[in-house]
């Protein structure tokens, strides 16, 4: 099997449109929440969300790659400009079918659907959709025109597993990979969803905080009072390459891919096992691929979205691993970022390949009163970033439809 090593990074989110500003405000406790500035949210029942701030597309984007494209499609190829920046990669100079795209959204191009839509209903019912509407909306998008804008002529396709995709693309991409099937791929995931049907779905489900009086602390993972995640959008892009062909380029290596693994919980469409033991299978399979044991885990960062219940079943499975462990440290970024739906993972992956090159591990903030069925014997770092030495971290998303990926990056050596 080949190694995978990380050599870009690219970044559009609440906290920051490159890396550096995420990663920036996020060790520093920046909330990304404030009030919904998309559309007219006066009627809903939730007013606030973490959005994309200052978004300039024409920074990275043609006019015409902006014209025919969702908003969802402008955050992956904006995130992966960046990344292909990043890592120093000149396609021009590799074999176009040794480079490819796989890429994940939750919900793809929302704002073109509801937009069309919307413009249907309200007429005489007279068809008169915009040419571009199919190709703007479909989830598919965005890697073909990842794939279009830098000529990468292999493997290509978008996945969905709801709010683990972010993590499955990056699986598949690690895998393919290792396998020998590509060179280099990006890969990642990105959601432009804060739309008045999007909003509007998960509030009805009660699934999303309605603190509107409140909601720089809406966001509050493991908090007594959470009552629900906080909406965010954005893109994570990774620029995933074999390590012979980085190393024989002098590249940069921020971390390795060591493991990943995926399971299901074939128990409830939106609810998690109460037990966790799928989340747990999928833990320990990419610890054991990565070579890594309980006491090597340095850092992980949870998918703790701000639920009542999702946040407790997923400690309680990390608490049934890592029991006895003294040097296991997590922390909920999502506290800050808010809840990036199908780029999740792509985001905390970078955040957990950064903690590994700069030594530090970001906060969970908004933590005023921690639960009491919360186990004890997990350590939450709050309130500060965390300086340590970190070789292992392990980051889980988890999805609705009972998906559960876990990532587990180390320290090049």
């Not at 598919?140 to 025109?145: D, F, K, P, Y």
């Not at 990774?238 to 693994?261: D, F, Q, S, T």
Request: proline share 4%.
């Amino acid at each position: 099997m080949k190694r995978v090593v990380i050599t870009g990074l690219g970044a559009v989110t609440p906290l920051g449109n490159n890396v550096e500003d995420f990663w920036q405000n996020c060790i520093n406790g920046v909330s990304g929440a404030d009030l919904i500035t998309h559309f007219d949210s006066e009627k809903f029942k939730v007013h606030f969300a973490c959005e994309v701030k200052n978004f300039d597309p024409k920074v990275h984007l043609t006019h015409n790659e902006i014209k025919r494209s969702d908003l969802f499609s402008q955050y992956a190829m904006y995130a992966s400009t960046e990344a292909i920046q990043d890592s120093g990669l000149e396609f021009e100079k590799m074999d176009p079918f040794d480079t490819g795209v796989i890429w994940g959204t939750g919900q793809g191009g929302m704002i073109t659907f509801e937009t069309e839509v919307m413009n249907f209903s309200e007429g005489d019912g007279t068809p008169k959709f915009n040419p571009f509407f199919v190709p703007k909306f479909i989830a598919n998008m965005a890697s073909g025109m990842i794939s279009m804008k830098f000529g990468l002529k292999g493997i290509n396709y978008t996945t969905i597993s709801a709010c683990a995709t972010g993590n499955t693309a990056l699986m598949d991409a690690f895998n393919y990979i290792r396998l020998g099937k590509a060179k280099v791929i990006i890969s990642g995931g990105s959601e432009a969803a804060i739309t008045p049907a999007s909003v509007g779905g998960f509030s009805i489900m009660k699934a999303m905080s309605t603190r509107n009086d409140d909601f720089a602390t809406a966001s509050r993972p493991y908090d007594a009072d959470r009552d629900g995640f906080v909406m965010g959008e954005g893109a994570g892009a990774l620029v995933l390459e074999e390590y012979e062909h980085a190393k024989a380029r002098g590249a940069k290596i921020y971390a390795e891919l060591g493991g990943a693994a995926m399971t299901a919980d074939a128990y409830h469409m939106t609810a998690p096992h109460p037990d966790g033991i799928s989340a747990i299978k999928a833990m320990q399979l990419a610890m054991k691929e990565a070579g890594a044991n309980m006491e090597d885990i340095d850092y992980l960062n949870p998918h703790a979205t701000s639920t009542p219940l999702g946040d407790l079943v997923e400690l309680k499975a990390i608490s049934n691993i890592f029991r006895g462990s003294k040097n296991l440290d997590i922390s909920a970024t999502k506290s800050m970022t808010g809840h990036l739906l199908g780029a999740a993972g792509a985001a905390e992956a970078i955040l957990s390949i950064k903690a590994i090159e700069k030594g530090i591990i970001p906060p969970t903030i908004n933590l005023h009163s921690i639960d009491e069925n919360i186990p004890k014997d997990v350590n939450i770092i709050f309130g500060e970033a965390k300086e340590k030495e970190i070789n292992f971290a392990l980051s889980n998303a988890f999805g609705f439809g009972g998906h559960n990926a876990t990532l587990v990056f180390k320290k090049f050596k």
